[in-house]
């Protein structure tokens, strides 16, 4: 169910994650996902935040004005 319209049409797709650290932008396309077909809110299982987290804190110590990262390509 959606935590935004509260309709049941989510779908597995995959989307690109995003976030703003120190004045640096992280991106990671390819993330699987379930979006709502309604909204088009995202939410990420309890299995693909945890490996966000951990992509994002290890491109910290390395960190660029732009970091783009394959979700799918990183092992």
């Known amino acids: 169910m959606c935590n935004s319209c509260f309709r049941d049409d989510k779908i597995n797709t995959s989307t690109t994650f995003t976030v ?3 004045g640096c ?3 990671i396309k390819n993330v699987p996902c379930l979006e ?3 909204c088009g809110e995202t ?4 299995e693909v935040s ?3 987290e951990k992509l ?4 910290k110590s390395v960190l ?3 970091s783009v990262i394959d979700y799918l390509k990183v092992a």
């Open 50 to 52: 945890e490996r966000l």
């Open 43 to 46: 939410t990420f299982s309890d």
């Open 64 to 66: 660029q004005e732009v």
């Open 20 to 22: 703003e650290y120190k």
């Open 36 to 38: 709502c077909q309604i």
């Open 25 to 27: 932008i992280i991106v």
């Open 56 to 59: 994002v804190n290890s491109v």
